[in-house]
């Protein structure tokens, strides 16, 4: 009798924690992002923010690639696709929006005992086509060593589609990661590789080359005279019904708060629409 | 063979040295060097790696590293939540493992009387220790989380990790219980007690020592497991309460090591990880060598 | 009582079983729709190919593990059957304690530590002696595979010679061999069965090693060239499982390279059974 008696008042006790808890409409719940890696200190950054602002949400994010994590938007495994490119005319026929969160470039990087310090845009491509294949062209020495991304990659889509060198580079690593592509050039003098801007600031044992004499800094990047760059795209079912947490992190990430933490993760903010 | 003199120590007679004579003692002096320098190969790289790992990732093992989560706001880097899920993924396989591998091995010493299924469980527990941690992984992946429907976490995880630690804490415990004299099992069936009774208050007890030491080869074997969790805990980095982590991406140690060398460059925090890891992989092998010895003893 | 200890005891056979069936149910359907032959002989991998035709032939990756192992043992079992003799015939009671410690110590390292020694140690150290655009190779690979497969060949060795009965060395030596003689031409040919095991087990543990070779060997899905970028099986599966989209046939046939690998270790295994049985019953 009295085991049954304290059981109940047990299961009162638990019932009323949770009332109370729901009772707050303080916002709760899980928010799932998947996709670009290159994404990571952008997303990384703004999550931590709002998980400090908000305790009860939790915000997870996988690193599978843009490819991936477009198809996660569309069957509903993530709430949040990332992807490091502008969707594809087949993926917004499925149903799919994006809602650009950031402007990125692809910094082109080399090894910082590279003597190169500038290339153009078509070098560029012809380096990664295997066209020239060593520094000597460049007053260097020894044969160049393509470092970029796996098949998957956003990064890599943007790059190719901007050098127009889609399925025809000749790599000699194929990294799985920005931060993997970065730590290989860095230790390998004869390295050259592409890699999100955001992730190669203060990095060490790089140098960023500028292109057709353009630096790649936040500014050339927001007015565009800085070529190789692409969106940070939030992927998300068009039309669909978002979960209150989901939307509230969304609207976060487009504030005028966000602005500064995207630029702290080495991102240029989007145009805000009232100037 | 040459000819030879039977003598009371076996040695080559040097006074009169003929040329079969020299090139044997050349013979044995060359695999003695051989000998001692794959052995000096073998010992130099563990002490080369334990030094370089230690000298490289002591420096970073601050306090901060060790308790705090990394920020990106803060730019910092924090291993406490890889710890606590390395914690947390041991106390749950070992809850789960150590009840199972030790019925398993109760069964197959004290209750078992078919030999097929003696054999055949053997078999099984054999089998699984030939079998690549990718491979748990990614059976691991397909059964906990596409079909029991779990996240990617903790509890997946840890799951997947009993498959691998089972053979294990059966092969130790078995050993262990073969190891006590049957006088003490027949001695308490003798005074009167059931057999589930003398089990659990004579048996088990004496085989102590070994499911110690079973228990701490399998955290051995847990704390360096890598490619098991890849898919099935996750990369994630953030601190969580045991409760929550169970179903949460939650990296352990080693796959954050991963993480934070091949994704994000970051070296520093890299060989923090692996100091860390090396740390616990001596102690713990300390512990099993203490253990192992008490049970020799015996 | 029993009936639970039992239950405790299937969980093993249980375990094995559902580990084969969902190999077998994942594995299967990439090999259906790409063609048994297309896979295991394509040299080509390019799953998400979008100007050609996306190509999966997995031999690169089979080819990479069979000649990892290969090298690996060709460099470990020496160096580990060497060591193993010194331990257990001709080092000094301490010594060999001392040394046996350090194996086992070599053996709990976790395979990420050997991968981030092989990337920052090795990777830079096969470049600059080689010349190389990038020391990220099958070679890298083969060393970081022999080194960790060291402890496996050594105890297991160790174990065999000094379980060879004594008799045969004392007679051997009264016969006026030496004591390096008799190592080499009676105690070792006696410990014949345990060393194949030893072998055997290095196999297993290098061709399904992951962690430790994916941060040293490049991972590009070139056919095996011992300074070429590689991809074994398992680093196959290990780098591209979270890229490829759940439902597609990029995952489907990454399962399958898992049923394939499985394949392998089992032949390994199985064929090692076998092979013990049938010396047991030779002797």
Same mark, same amino acid.
Request: charged residues 15%.
């Given at each position: 009798?009295?085991?049954?008696?304290?059981?109940?008042?047990?299961?009162?006790?638990?019932?009323?924690?949770?009332? +109370?808890?729901?009772?707050? $409409?303080?916002?709760s719940?899980?928010?799932?992002?998947d996709?670009?890696?290159?994404?990571?200190?952008?997303?990384?950054?703004?999550?931590?923010?709002?998980?400090?602002?908000?305790?009860?949400?939790?915000?997870?994010?996988?690193?599978?690639?843009?490819?991936?994590?477009?198809?996660?938007?569309?069957?509903?495994?993530?709430?949040?696709?990332?992807?490091?490119?502008?969707?594809?005319?087949e993926?917004?026929?499925?149903?799919?929006?994006?809602?650009?969160?950031?402007?990125?470039?692809?910094?082109?990087?080399?090894? $910082?005992?590279?003597?190169?310090?500038?290339?153009?845009?078509?070098?560029?491509?012809?380096?990664?086509? +295997?066209?020239?294949?060593?520094?000597?062209?460049?007053?260097?020495?020894?044969?160049?060593?393509?470092?970029?991304?796996?098949?998957?990659?956003?990064?890599?889509?943007?790059?190719?589609?901007?050098?127009? !060198?889609?399925?025809?580079?000749?790599l000699?690593?194929e990294?799985?990661?920005?931060?993997?592509?970065?730590?290989?050039?860095?230790s390998?003098?004869?390295?050259i590789?592409?890699?999100?801007?955001?992730?190669?600031?203060?990095?060490?044992?790089?140098?960023?080359?500028?292109?057709?004499?353009?630096?790649? !800094?936040?500014?050339?990047?927001?007015?565009?005279?800085?070529l190789?760059q692409?969106?940070?795209?939030l992927?998300?079912? $068009?039309?669909?019904?978002?979960?209150?947490?989901?939307?509230?992190?969304?609207?976060?990430?487009?504030?005028?708060?966000?602005?500064?933490?995207?630029?702290?993760?080495?991102?240029?903010?989007?145009?805000?629409?009232e100037? | *063979?040459?000819?030879t003199?039977?003598?009371?120590?076996?040695?080559?007679?040097?006074?009169?040295?003929?040329?079969f004579?020299? %090139?044997?003692k050349?013979?044995?002096?060359?695999?003695?060097?051989?000998?001692?320098?794959?052995?000096?190969?073998?010992?130099?790289?563990?002490?080369?790696?334990i030094?370089?790992?230690?000298?490289?990732?002591l420096?970073?093992?601050?306090?901060? *590293?060790?308790?705090?989560?990394?920020?990106?706001?803060?730019?910092?880097?924090?291993?406490?939540?890889?710890?606590?899920?390395?914690?947390?993924?041991?106390?749950?396989?070992?809850?789960?493992?150590?009840?199972?591998?030790?019925?398993?091995?109760?069964?197959?010493? &004290?209750?078992?009387?078919?030999?097929?299924?003696?054999?055949?469980?053997?078999?099984?527990?054999?089998?699984?220790?030939?079998? @690549? /941690?990718i491979?748990?992984?990614?059976?691991?992946?397909?059964?906990?989380?596409?079909?029991?429907?779990?996240?990617?976490?903790?509890?997946?995880?840890?799951l997947?990790?009993?498959?691998?630690?089972?053979?294990?804490?059966?092969?130790?415990?078995? &050993?262990?219980?073969?190891?006590?004299?049957?006088?003490? %099992?027949?001695?308490?069936?003798?005074?009167? /007690?059931?057999?589930?009774?003398m089990? %659990?208050?004579?048996?088990? @007890?004496s085989?102590?020592?070994?499911?110690?030491?079973?228990?701490?080869?399998?955290?051995?074997?847990?704390?360096? &497991?890598?490619?098991?969790?890849?898919?099935?805990?996750?990369?994630?980095?953030?601190?969580?309460?045991?409760?929550?982590?169970?179903?949460? /991406?939650?990296?352990?140690?080693?796959?954050?090591?991963?993480?934070?060398?091949?994704? %994000?460059?970051?070296? &520093?925090?890299?060989?923090?990880?692996?100091?860390?890891? *090396?740390?616990?992989?001596?102690?713990?092998?300390?512990?099993?060598?203490?253990?192992?010895?008490?049970?020799?003893?015996? | 009582?029993?009936?639970? #200890?039992?239950?405790?005891?299937?969980?093993?056979?249980?375990f094995?079983?559902?580990i084969?069936?969902?190999?077998?149910?994942?594995?299967?359907?990439? #090999?259906?729709?790409i063609?048994?032959?297309?896979?295991?002989?394509?040299?080509?991998?390019?799953?998400?190919?979008?100007?050609?035709?996306?190509?999966?032939?997995? =031999?690169? #990756?089979?080819?990479?593990?069979?000649?990892?192992?290969?090298?690996?043992?060709?460099?470990?079992v020496?160096?580990?059957? =060497?060591?193993?003799?010194?331990?257990?015939?001709?080092?000094?009671?301490?010594?060999?304690?001392?040394?046996r410690?350090?194996?086992?110590?070599?053996?709990?390292?976790?395979?990420?530590?050997?991968?981030?020694?092989?990337?920052?140690?090795l990777?830079?150290?096969?470049?600059?002696?080689?010349?190389?655009?990038?020391?990220?190779?099958?070679?890298?690979?083969?060393?970081?595979?022999?080194?960790?497969? =060291?402890?496996?060949?050594?105890?297991?060795?160790?174990t065999?010679?000094s379980?060879?009965?004594?008799?045969?060395?004392?007679?051997?030596?009264?016969?006026?061999?030496?004591?390096?003689?008799?190592?080499?031409?009676?105690?070792?040919?006696?410990?014949?069965s345990?060393?194949?095991t030893?072998?055997?087990?290095?196999?297993?543990?290098?061709?399904g090693?992951?962690?430790?070779?994916?941060?040293v060997?490049?991972?590009?899905?070139?056919?095996?060239?011992?300074?070429?970028?590689?991809?074994?099986?398992?680093?196959?599966?290990?780098?591209?499982?979270?890229?490829?989209?759940?439902?597609?046939?990029?995952?489907?046939?990454?399962?399958?390279?898992?049923?394939?690998l499985?394949?392998?270790?089992?032949l390994?295994?199985?064929?090692?059974? #076998?092979?013990?049985?049938?010396?047991?019953?030779?002797?």
């Amino acid at each position: 009798m009295k085991k049954l008696l304290s059981l109940i008042l047990t299961a009162i006790l638990c019932l009323s924690v949770m009332v +109370g808890a729901t009772a707050q $409409e303080a916002l709760s719940g899980s928010i799932a992002t998947d996709g670009s890696t290159s994404m990571e200190k952008v997303i990384g950054i703004l999550s931590e923010q709002f998980m400090i602002d908000n305790p009860d949400v939790a915000i997870t994010y996988n690193a599978t690639g843009s490819g991936t994590g477009v198809a996660a938007a569309l069957n509903g495994t993530a709430d949040i696709g990332l992807a490091s490119r502008a969707l594809k005319e087949e993926e917004v026929a499925q149903g799919l929006k994006s809602i650009v969160v950031a402007l990125d470039g692809i910094a082109i990087i080399v090894n $910082e005992k590279c003597p190169v310090d500038n290339l153009t845009l078509q070098e560029v491509a012809d380096i990664f086509t +295997g066209k020239i294949t060593s520094w000597k062209d460049f007053g260097g020495e020894g044969d160049i060593a393509c470092i970029g991304r796996e098949a998957g990659s956003g990064t890599r889509d943007g790059f190719e589609s901007i050098t127009k !060198t889609k399925d025809a580079n000749k790599l000699v690593q194929e990294l799985t990661s920005t931060g993997a592509v970065i730590t290989a050039v860095a230790s390998n003098a004869s390295g050259i590789g592409y890699a999100s801007s955001s992730a190669v600031e203060g990095q060490e044992g790089i140098k960023v080359l500028t292109i057709d004499g353009v630096e790649c !800094t936040e500014e050339n990047i927001a007015n565009g005279s800085y070529l190789i760059q692409r969106p940070f795209n939030l992927v998300v079912k $068009e039309g669909a019904e978002l979960p209150k947490q989901v939307q509230a992190f969304i609207d976060f990430m487009l504030s005028e708060e966000a602005a500064p933490l995207v630029a702290k993760a080495g991102a240029v903010p989007p145009a805000q629409p009232e100037k | *063979m040459s000819k030879t003199t039977a003598t009371t120590t076996i040695t080559t007679n040097s006074d009169q040295v003929p040329f079969f004579q020299v %090139r044997r003692k050349l013979y044995n002096i060359i695999v003695r060097g051989f000998l001692r320098l794959t052995t000096l190969v073998t010992v130099g790289l563990l002490i080369f790696m334990i030094g370089y790992i230690l000298i490289n990732g002591l420096k970073h093992l601050t306090i901060p *590293m060790l308790t705090t989560q990394s920020s990106y706001i803060e730019d910092t880097i924090g291993i406490f939540p890889n710890i606590m899920n390395t914690l947390y993924m041991i106390l749950i396989s070992m809850l789960i493992a150590l009840p199972l591998g030790i019925g398993a091995a109760v069964y197959l010493n &004290e209750y078992a009387t078919n030999r097929r299924l003696v054999t055949t469980i053997e078999f099984a527990a054999e089998t699984l220790t030939g079998i @690549p /941690s990718i491979v748990f992984g990614l059976v691991g992946m397909l059964v906990f989380i596409h079909l029991f429907g779990l996240k990617q976490g903790v509890l997946a995880g840890s799951l997947t990790l009993v498959m691998i630690i089972l053979p294990t804490i059966i092969r130790t415990t078995q &050993e262990s219980l073969k190891s006590i004299p049957d006088d003490y %099992r027949h001695g308490s069936l003798a005074l009167g /007690s059931g057999k589930w009774h003398m089990v %659990r208050t004579v048996v088990l @007890p004496s085989a102590m020592d070994g499911i110690v030491t079973g228990s701490i080869l399998a955290i051995g074997r847990i704390v360096g &497991e890598s490619a098991a969790l890849l898919f099935t805990a996750g990369f994630g980095l953030r601190l969580n309460s045991l409760f929550k982590s169970l179903q949460r /991406s939650s990296a352990s140690l080693t796959v954050a090591l991963y993480v934070y060398v091949s994704e %994000r460059g970051e070296m &520093e925090a890299g060989f923090a990880i692996a100091a860390l890891l *090396m740390l616990i992989t001596l102690l713990l092998n300390f512990a099993a060598t203490y253990f192992g010895n008490k049970l020799k003893k015996r | 009582m029993k009936m639970l #200890f039992f239950l405790c005891g299937l969980v093993s056979v249980g375990f094995v079983l559902c580990i084969s069936i969902y190999l077998f149910v994942a594995g299967i359907p990439a #090999f259906k729709v790409i063609g048994i032959s297309d896979m295991l002989f394509g040299k080509v991998w390019l799953p998400t190919a979008s100007t050609t035709e996306p190509s999966f032939g997995i =031999l690169p #990756f089979i080819l990479t593990s069979i000649w990892g192992t290969a090298g690996a043992i060709m460099i470990g079992v020496p160096i580990g059957l =060497l060591t193993a003799i010194y331990v257990a015939k001709a080092a000094p009671k301490k010594v060999a304690t001392a040394i046996r410690t350090s194996v086992q110590l070599l053996a709990g390292i976790p395979s990420v530590v050997y991968g981030m020694i092989g990337m920052v140690v090795l990777v830079p150290l096969i470049q600059r002696t080689f010349d190389l655009t990038s020391g990220a190779t099958l070679m890298a690979a083969i060393i970081v595979l022999a080194i960790m497969i =060291l402890p496996s060949i050594i105890n297991v060795s160790e174990t065999a010679l000094s379980a060879v009965p004594a008799e045969y060395e004392e007679a051997s030596m009264a016969l006026g061999a030496t004591k390096e003689e008799t190592w080499f031409r009676v105690t070792l040919p006696a410990a014949r069965s345990g060393v194949a095991t030893a072998i055997v087990l290095g196999i297993g543990r290098a061709i399904g090693e992951a962690m430790a070779i994916i941060m040293v060997s490049g991972n590009v899905a070139n056919m095996p060239g011992l300074f070429k970028s590689v991809r074994f099986m398992t680093t196959a599966i290990a780098s591209e499982m979270s890229y490829a989209a759940v439902g597609s046939l990029h995952r489907d046939a990454l399962f399958s390279i898992g049923l394939v690998l499985f394949l392998f270790i089992m032949l390994i295994n199985l064929g090692l059974k #076998f092979f013990i049985r049938e010396k047991k019953e030779e002797t």
